[in-house]
């Protein structure tokens, strides 16, 4: 298995910029597709964005296009969120994921199709 830190969450100013990160150990990590999603207060975990094993493939949820970019880095097995243009809506508990899969260029937009979760970071954006 793997196992998932996320860092790099804080508070920022609406407009302004954070890059997050999720550190992976364990298994090989270029072995996952992995995803990124957040929790807001009250509200269900939501899909943020998602990038294939090979990083070939990405997607986005409509809420982020354009704003935040998903990427790794498989021989340092980290992959990172980049948020800019940052709104206070952002704010919430961002996790990230990861699943084992055969597939170069398969990604995963459901929370359930994961299998291994990081502890989250909290991301505040003030107004």
């Known amino acids: 298995q793997v196992q998932l830190v996320e860092s790099g969450g804080g508070l920022v100013q609406a407009g302004g910029s954070l890059r997050l990160s999720c550190a992976a150990s364990?298994?090989?990590?270029?072995?996952?597709?992995m995803g990124w999603f957040r929790q807001a207060p009250g509200k269900e975990r939501e899909f943020v964005a998602a990038?294939?094993?090979?990083?070939?493939?990405?997607y986005y949820a409509d809420s982020v296009k354009g704003r935040f970019t998903i990427s790794r880095d498989n021989a340092k097995n980290t992959g990172n969120l980049q948020m800019n243009s940052l709104k206070p809506e952002d704010t919430a508990v961002y996790y990230c994921?990861?699943?084992?899969?055969?597939?170069?260029?398969?990604?995963?937009?459901?929370?359930?199709?994961?299998?291994?979760w990081g502890q989250g970071t909290q991301v505040t954006v003030s107004s």
């Open positions: 990038i294939s094993r090979s990083g070939s493939s990405t």
């Open positions: 364990g298994r090989t990590f270029s072995a996952y597709a």
């Open positions: 994921a990861a699943v084992m899969t055969t597939g170069l260029s398969i990604y995963f937009i459901s929370h359930r199709q994961y299998d291994y």
